[in-house]
């Protein structure tokens, strides 16, 4: 029997290659597209849905897991394990953590954090709790050590268009016509486990990034530089490549991990979005 778990759902983003290496479980969110509903990721591609979107103009629906499935989920994993511990897409965002939280109450051995977060930012603190596992803490203390953790996750995303954001009804067609007339690439930051706006960057968005990241890196010492994430949705190798070198530039990070975002993310952000994703002391 494994001694702790470490669960939680596809939104954090991570690789499979990091999430065998520490063997993270996950939950999947949910797409619905044209009636039928597929697991994220697992059953459809961000590619499909910008291709469904470009074609229609409308965006597939987003779901939680529901009760059920946690349940079902829960009783599995804490058969083979004296603890689980799940980390989820922050409270704010989704449903998926509420569900969460009511299936864990069926069992004695489950716990359930609040990333207050999404996407990577939710993906460092699952990797804490696998790294804080692996030192042999018990539940209770990994759980407190995330929770200190939580507000200290610094996640933001320069997008793009703000044609996603305005299918999604979070933002006016009046205010996506004048960014993409201004060609406006705006900075979305989470901050107390909402998305809101930051800076705004002018022109196309290769110069739009390499002026995010630096502005996000540059002249800091309050950043844990053990690990960042770069992760994206449908951006071009080439951008991704200048914006590794110019992390690696401006922080000496101990890893730059890409990774992909999922479906459930880039249906709100869309394609050509990047952010990166890191740990204030």
């Not at 999404?118 to 050590?145: F, N």
């Not at 951008?239 to 991990?257: A, C």
């Amino acid at each position: 029997m494994k001694r702790i778990s470490i669960t939680t759902d596809i939104t954090s983003d991570l690789s499979q290659d990091l999430l065998e290496k520490y063997g993270i479980r996950t939950v999947p969110l949910y797409i619905t597209l044209d009636g039928k509903s597929y697991k994220d990721t697992l059953e459809i591609s961000p590619e499909e849905i910008f291709a469904y979107a470009e074609r229609t103009g409308k965006l597939p629906k987003t779901a939680a897991a529901p009760i059920q499935e946690f349940i079902d989920f829960f009783r599995k994993v804490s058969a083979e394990s004296e603890s689980v511990i799940h980390i989820n897409l922050g409270s704010k965002f989704s449903s998926t953590h509420q569900n969460a939280v009511i299936a864990a109450r069926e069992f004695e051995n489950v716990y359930v954090v609040d990333s207050a977060n999404l996407s990577t930012g939710s993906g460092h603190v699952v990797l804490e709790a696998a790294k804080l596992a692996e030192e042999g803490l018990s539940a209770r203390e990994i759980v407190e050590k995330l929770e200190r953790l939580v507000p200290k996750v610094e996640a933001s995303f320069v997008i793009d268009t703000l044609d996603y954001l305005k299918m999604g009804g979070r933002c006016s067609s009046l205010v996506a016509m004048g960014a993409a007339l201004l060609n406006i690439k705006p900075c979305i930051e989470v901050v107390d486990g909402e998305m809101t706006v930051g800076k705004k960057y002018r022109g196309k968005i290769e110069r739009a990034i390499e002026k995010y990241v630096t502005d996000r890196l540059k002249d800091r010492d309050d950043i844990v530089t053990d690990r960042i994430f770069i992760t994206h949705a449908g951006c071009p190798e080439e951008i991704i490549e200048r914006t590794k070198d110019l992390v690696k530039e401006l922080q000496p990070f101990d890893e730059v991990i890409v990774t992909t975002a999922s479906c459930t993310i880039s249906c709100h952000c869309g394609p050509k979005t990047l952010g990166v994703l890191f740990k204030r002391k």
